[in-house]
């Protein structure tokens, strides 16, 4: 089945560097959407990419769908301590059935 | 997000025991969902719900049940559970499928002893 890659798993960064996670897949992507869980919290909801090539921003934050549709990324700038936690990938897939199939999450530590 | 409620937060239970864990959400949402969440393994499906009265395994729905007799609950029970089954269970609704983020519970913690 398809299946959705994140890189890297883990990433530690001095307060104040950029940080950047990547999403790929074999298979073109549907739509994709990007969650941040704080420690011991539960996964929000922060955006989500549907078209080639788009790119949104968020304060700090930009995403990134590729042109193929089959990456994405996350790219933070001036990390803070506030950004601490993991950041999911999820494709919906080929069928709409509501379902999304989440990347394995890259966890960012920073050092302030 | 108070509309989105699990319980309990957490839960020990013996092994061979039925546990349920219960998720209730206010937007009366059609899309319902289970994740357990384990280290190395990200977030995984169990079961979801396209809308009352119809549900569908995920990647990982052995030893689950699920019902889901009204759009705004939807129970998921371990039938005689195990200790592979201790995990940290999210409930996650959304309001039209694909096109739209979902939103967690807080999550139930459950370990099997």
């Known amino acids: 089945g398809q299946q959705v890659m994140q890189i890297p798993q883990y990433q530690h960064v001095q307060e104040g560097e950029d940080f950047t996670t990547y999403c790929n897949s074999s298979?073109?992507?549907?739509?994709i959407q990007w969650y941040k869980q704080r420690p011991g919290g539960h996964p929000v909801f922060l955006i989500q990419?549907?078209?080639?090539?788009e790119v949104k921003k968020q304060k700090r934050l930009t995403f990134q769908f590729g042109e193929a549709k089959k990456n994405s990324s996350l790219h933070i700038t001036a990390t803070q301590t506030t950004d601490v936690g993991t950041y999911f990938c999820a494709d919906s897939g080929s069928s709409n059935t509501g379902k999304l199939i989440f990347g394995q999450g890259t966890t960012l530590q920073v050092k302030p | 997000d108070a509309g989105i409620t699990q319980s309990p937060r957490y839960k020990i239970t013996e092994t061979g025991r039925q546990v349920t864990l219960m998720c209730h959400q206010t937007w009366s949402h059609s899309y319902m969902f289970w994740y357990r969440q384990d280290l190395g393994h990200g977030l995984r499906l169990i079961y979801y719900?396209?809308?009352?009265?119809?549900?569908d395994k995920g990647e990982v729905p052995d030893g689950y049940v699920v019902s889901r007799s009204k759009t705004e609950n939807f129970p998921l029970t371990l039938e005689s559970a195990t200790r592979s089954q201790t995990s940290v269970y999210f409930c996650a609704s959304s309001g039209q499928g694909n096109n739209y983020g979902y939103t967690f519970g807080s999550g139930t913690r459950l370990t099997v002893v």
């Open positions: 990419l549907v078209k080639s090539g």
């Open positions: 298979t073109t992507l549907s739509n």
């Open positions: 719900s396209a809308a009352a009265d119809i549900t």
